[in-house]
């Protein structure tokens, strides 16, 4: 994995984890709006090293 690309997913990965956030402090359920953002998060962790999440 380039540089660049780990840089890219770390910053996928803040991004996905900030939309979790918004999601979970707007809604008090589990909307398909947080399944959807939760599952990002899930899916660019895959990309990130485990110190980094």
Known sequence: MS??????AIADHKDAKEELERVSKRDRYES???LDANRKVVE???????WRR
Do not use: G
Request: aromatic fraction near 12%; charge should be positive; proline fraction near 6%.
């Open 32 to 34: 398909d709006d947080y």
């Open 44 to 50: 660019t962790e895959k990309h990130v090293p485990w």
């Open 3 to 8: 540089k660049n690309s780990r840089k890219q």
